[in-house]
């Protein structure tokens, strides 16, 4: 089995862009703290950082329960020197230096294939498979959207990702989009476009999805907020994503316009850290392992429709119709035994309110609250219907945060 398989934990985990020159085995407190369950390590850099480093950072994961994606200059596609023979020689070297480490997921094998290099993006991820089967390489693809078909070499996405399974044989998927966080309603469009068409891709290849959500401002992107961290988290589990993985956690050289990530260019805590803490942890401690063990059915909007999908309307099986200002997402799944879950999601990135729910059926609705506790769902039913007539379906009125998100199992 691969990494990938024997996760323990829903993985939330980072971008570092960091050197064994600037951190050490100390940084792992951060991410324990920050609520992370995975880490990108330091760059290993053959000739200068002894293989002792890494495995010393490795221990100190490993001792904090953290899973490791090796950042090993010898793994990327773009160390393509000697072609196929020279990479697959590096790759081996960096599995027999590290890849027995029980911190180990898997080695980064490199970021946003394009045109130039999308073939040999591919084949890295193979090679990793071929000489490490136990391990799971991350290879993190560019979003989809306007131009970026043309981006990678292809006419359409989808024959790109059949080639990426075909050719690089992926344990899952993972892509980084940052649009949602643009001032204009043309980032979310862009934003959900790109979940559906990952999202449907993770479905029909029967793997997991993961994302790099934005976790630091720059360019023309917002600064993220509390509620901005807490509305990136639940959308993207609404739509069926099973890892998270922050860009960034440490501000990167050169500057440029970044703001304000978790850990700033002084190498002290932010606010941001604080707030994509609480975030990822009440994340972690409530919905995630619920989460982790389901398969998306389907995703309905509610009040505004993006990207692609489906208004809810008369279709879903499960809810009749909703109430309120709020906009909304409607995601169905099941577990491993059948049973139906529901998750309500508030895609307002500002707004609080309430959400009522009308179930199509007269069903236990559970809710799933902190640390997987399980309650009868409170009843709510509007004042002018009595309370127990027979006939009525059952409602549900859950007040939402903004990006807050609610879990019901319907028995």
Known sequence: ??????????????????????????????YVDC????????????????????????????????????????CGFGNWDGGEAGFRSRVRDAVKDFGDHPAVFGFHAG???????????????????????????????????????????YTDYETFMDDY???????????????????EDEGREHYFGC?????????????????????????????????LFRWQVNTAAAHGHTGLMWFFFYMREPHDN????????????TETFQWLSRVNRSFLKSHAETLRGLTLQNVYHVG????????????????????????????EFKDAQGRDYVAVVNNSQSENGQAVVAWRER????????EGAESTARDYVREWRDRGKPGLEPLTGPWLAPGQMEVYRLD
């Not at 934990?9 to 960091?18: D, K, L, Q, V």
């Not at 290849?205 to 907020?225: C, E």
């Not at 505004?304 to 409607?330: A, N, Y």
Request: charged letters at 25%; a negative charge; hydrophobic letters at 35%.
């Open 258 to 269: 970044y703001q304000v990530p978790p850990i700033d260019e002084h190498w002290e805590r």
């Open 363 to 370: 069903r236990t609705v559970t809710r799933i609250g902190w």
């Open 195 to 227: 979940l559906k068409m990952y999202s449907d891709a993770a479905r029909k290849y029967n793997r997991p999805l993961w994302i790099t959500p934005l976790a630091v401002g720059h360019f023309r992107y917002r600064r993220p907020t509390e509620d």
């Open 1 to 30: 089995m691969s990494q990938i398989d024997e996760l323990t934990r829903f993985p939330i985990g980072f971008w570092s862009y960091t050197t064994f020159d600037q951190i050490g085995p100390d940084a792992v407190q951060d």
């Open 111 to 153: 970021d946003e294939p394009n045109e130039t290099n999308t073939e040999q993006a591919f084949r890295a991820s193979a090679i990793h498979k071929e000489e490490a089967p136990h391990l799971s390489p991350f290879l993190n693809l560019g979003p989809y959207g306007p131009g970026t078909t043309e981006w990678v070499g």
């Open 35 to 74: 609520g992370m369950t995975m880490a990108q390590t330091p760059a290993f850099r053959p000739g200068r950082d002894h293989p002792d480093q890494m495995r010393t950072f490795l221990d100190a994961l490993h001792a904090a329960g953290l899973k490791a994606i090796v950042c090993d200059e010898r």
């Open 304 to 331: 505004e429709v993006w990207g692609g999908f489906e208004e809810l309307k008369d279709q879903s099986r499960l809810v009749r119709t909703t109430e309120g200002d709020l906009p909304l997402i409607i995601s």
């Open 165 to 183: 399974v075909r050719i690089g044989n992926p344990d899952f998927f993972c892509f980084d989009v940052y649009w949602q966080l643009n001032p």
